[in-house]
């Protein structure tokens, strides 16, 4: 007699052997744990992302003063236009990137989702596989409070701990957030 699904040889008669019905029925229990606890999002700030974008506003208006010193006003008028499309085109890209952007902590497990258009990513990571929360944060967000929320976790793959966990950037209060977190997953662990 072998196991079903590994192979390996039984002791007893069955259909499964111990390591898979133990793998099996922790599937099962992840399945059941649907109670959110938390939610973890990408924060999107108008204010925040013309910050992120102050070189490019800058090189426009440049342009523009230029353009109409030296009287060339349909160049002026036309590279305002390109501005005003260009810069809604980056803050609408960035609004639905966060709009889709979410994490949410269950009892057991965080399920990680991106929704991009077409493109559409999810992620389990029981928490008894996370290693290590932290964040990062860049000059502008650190005045913002914000920060990339990372959580690492082991898997299949050696020496990947972020690939098999995911990053929540531009998270609000991400010190608190943190902390509240790592209080969550202590409490929740196994
Ligand atoms: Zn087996």
Redesign the pocket.
Known sequence: MR??????PLKKPGD??????K?YQEDENLKKDVKEIYKLKRKYSIAYELLKYMGLILIFFICIIVFFFGKAFLEGVLTILLFLITLGVLLFLDKRIAVGTQATFYEKKVVYRFHFWFLKREKIVKYKDITDISYYQTFRQKRMGYGDLCIYARGNIPGATLLNGFQVKNVENVKEVLQTLKEMLQTNEN
């Open positions: 196991c079903r699904i590994c192979g390996a499964i052997c111990s390591n898979c019905y793998e």
